[in-house]
């Protein structure tokens, strides 16, 4: 498949006072051309730091992007100069956020921020830029769209924001869209709206989604293919289908098996005992070693590589598949 | 009287009034925030209120508190009017009800340690000395699964959902008999909320409790609760015990919600049919039934004439013109994920657990 971003061993660290804290630590990934790739994982896992890594917006210091290379294209972007890389972020590489309110500037219109992502990245007249962001402000469905593009972001309701947001982002015609839990902070039937509208949009655009939430019920939604990050490391990568009904990393398991859901009648939710380890404390062999119900001493002093255990389906886990061995 | 309801809610009414003006206030219009919400709790039940953002759900749990006054209404527990309550009455009735709230964090004082935190409430309620209320403390730890040390610690010490823990720890200490839990589990991470669900099922059945369960997610509800009341605009749009609800939702805009939920289950991924728009504002809460505007079934009745709770079936009762004619929403699949490979690794994973904690 035609790939559109590669990341390689990609490590994002970031010098505190109390130590290194390695937020990624050597993850590999690729994501292909008009697909939705779902990054999935709890708080504090790095999957936000790997999407900023990408986009090239981790500050500097504290915070150090190294990998064997970030590949947009053929392009090397962790090469490129910091103009270059201006140049493309908003361009054809954009990005979506959880809070569309903070990430909205609330003393211009949302008409005036669309035009000036527009004639940043274009030659377009800022007529043309704005006869564009009407016409974007159409395609996210927002109703009169030439009467609010004059409304300021304080007039709007959180859904509304997010759909100005999706707009901004894709006013240029990204060949990547990044959403980091672009459906978090709103209502369930904003949600539903807007995941609908961003596979809408991929069908019509043919843009790749690189998504980034905390939601398996999202993912199972919207994602093609599935990475499951724990701790600062990938621990399970399939196709939608096979992470969830075949899913092989004991905490894949664990975070499949706490979800409540209304689809199957249970008496108790399965729970993960424990809390993820702080990021300057890892344990030195597989992270999620102390929580693991089936963890023995290899699993403890030896880290587990990412293998294959079934044609496109990658795991870092010794013991999987666990059924063999229980 | 062991039947009586721990909590009766009766015709509960707020509107906050919205004003203008720095020096001369003027009141330009109500947000009718809660509009006639009646139900009840029994004891040892657990009653979740669902809705949306802005819906009153929120609302509806300080006025039972009385933490606000209702605009009308009448909030009984235990069978008196709180409404009449002087201060001193109002602050012993309190030792029996007590709130868990969303955010952990913003709710712990950041400058007691945990030991602190759990004795204040049995030092307003002057309840035993201190050498006792420190034992209590040690107890209560205990009792939410932290470790007796952690009670010369602070709050910042603590992850979110030990932080949630001691929330629950101090609602606890007075032994009340109903807490509201106000979206307790909404800012954790799904494995950490599947361990705070499950602490709060145990602990429910160890003292008897009363929940409130105020909650956005009908899926985390599913789990919890024994009955559920949908709120809409400040109006309970469907109440129902819980088997009855998910089987047979009725109001449209349960269905709605429902079926907006992320099924876990990419096999499950449909076209849905979905609720366009936006709640309208309170302020100016539609005419007629509230929901009109984004009801897919609406007709004209719907926007003059506002429908009453009525009866469907024994315990559930919906507020619909039409819900008797409404066609069967088809979205309660079932996933095929409950047999299979991903059941069989859940039973190792749970087989696992227990051989660990047993060893």
């Known amino acids: 498949m035609d790939t559109l971003l590669e990341v390689r061993g990609l490590k994002t660290h970031f010098a505190t006072d109390r130590g290194l804290f390695r937020a990624v630590d050597g993850i590999s990934f690729s994501v292909p051309r008009g697909r939705t790739i779902g990054l999935v994982g709890e708080s504090g896992c790095g999957k936000s730091v790997t999407s900023l890594s990408v986009m090239g917006l981790v500050p500097s210091p504290p915070g150090k992007v190294e990998a064997e290379a970030v590949l947009f294209g053929n392009r090397d972007v962790l090469k490129l100069t910091a103009d270059e890389r201006r140049r493309l972020r908003g361009g054809k590489m954009s990005m979506i956020f959880q809070e569309p309110m903070t990430s909205l500037n609330p003393v211009h219109t949302v008409g005036q921020q669309i035009v000036e992502a527009i004639l940043a990245h274009t030659a377009m007249s800022p007529r043309a830029a704005r006869a564009r962001a009407i016409e974007m402000l159409e395609l996210v469905r927002i109703p009169s769209a030439a009467q609010r593009i004059d409304d300021f972001p304080h007039n709007m309701s959180g859904g509304m924001r997010q759909r100005v947001m999706i707009a901004m982002a894709l006013s240029c015609e990204p060949a990547l869209l990044i959403a980091d839990e672009p459906t978090t902070a709103l209502d369930v039937t904003i949600q539903a709206q807007i995941l609908d509208l961003l596979s809408d949009l991929q069908r019509r655009l043919g843009m790749a989604i690189l998504i980034i939430t905390h939601d398996l019920g999202v993912i199972a939604e919207v994602a093609d293919q599935v990475l499951v990050m724990y701790a600062g490391r990938i621990v399970e990568s399939a196709d939608v289908n096979d992470l969830f009904a075949d899913p092989q990393h004991p905490y894949t398991i664990g975070l499949l098996g706490s979800i409540p859901r209304i689809d199957i009648d249970r008496k108790r939710l399965a729970t993960i005992e424990g809390t993820v380890p702080s990021p300057n404390n890892q344990p030195a062999g597989c992270r999620f070693a102390p929580r693991c119900p089936f963890a023995d001493r290899r699993c403890r002093l030896d880290p587990p590589p990412l293998r294959d255990i079934a044609p496109g389906h990658q795991v870092a886990c010794w013991k999987a598949p666990v059924e063999v061995t229980s | ?359």
Do not use: W
Not at chain 2, 271 to 280: E, I, N, S, W
């Open chain 2, 1 to 359: 009287m062991s039947d009586a309801p721990v909590l009766q809610v009766d015709g509960l009414v707020k509107h906050f009034a919205v004003t203008r003006g720095l020096i001369r206030r003027k009141t330009i219009g109500l947000v009718r925030a809660v509009e006639d919400v009646s139900f009840e709790i029994a004891r040892g039940e657990t009653l979740a209120l669902v809705g949306e953002s802005g819906c009153g759900k929120s609302t509806t749990g300080r006025l039972i508190l009385r933490l606000m006054d209702p605009t009308a209404g009448s909030v009984r527990f235990k069978g008196k009017e709180i409404a009449d309550l002087d201060k001193n009455a109002l602050r012993r009735m309190r030792r029996h009800m007590q709130i868990i709230f969303q955010d952990p964090y913003a709710s712990l004082n950041p400058r007691m340690t945990v030991g602190e935190i759990l004795a204040e409430p049995l030092r307003v309620h002057e309840i035993g000395d201190d050498a006792s209320r420190e034992a209590r403390g040690r107890e209560l730890l205990d009792i939410v699964g932290l470790l007796p040390e952690h009670a010369s610690r602070y709050p910042h010490q603590f992850s979110g959902g030990q932080r949630q823990r001691i929330g629950i720890a101090r609602a606890l200490a007075a032994n009340p008999d109903l807490i509201v839990c106000d979206e307790p589990v909404s800012a954790l991470d799904v494995s950490i909320q599947a361990q705070i669900v499950n602490l709060l099922q145990n602990l429910q059945q160890r003292f008897g409790l009363s929940y409130l369960f105020i909650a956005h997610d009908l899926a985390v509800v599913k789990h919890i609760s024994d009955r559920v009341a949908v709120m809409y605009l400040g109006k309970l749009v469907e109440i129902s015990d819980k088997k009855s609800l998910y089987d047979r939702p009725l109001h449209p805009y349960t269905q709605a919600l429902l079926a907006a939920i992320p099924k876990p289950d990419p096999a499950l991924r449909t076209k849905r049919v979905m609720l366009q728009g936006d709640v309208p504002s309170p302020f100016k809460p539609p005419t007629g039934c509230r929901f009109h505007t984004r009801c897919p079934h609406a007709q004209a009745r719907c926007s003059a004439e506002e429908p009453e709770l009525r009866e469907a079936a024994p315990g559930h009762r919906v507020a619909c013109h039409f819900f008797e004619t409404l066609p069967a929403p088809t979205i309660l699949a079932r996933a095929g994920l409950a047999n299979g490979k991903f059941a069989a690794r859940l039973a190792a994973f749970e087989a696992a657990k227990t051989a660990r904690t047993s060893a």
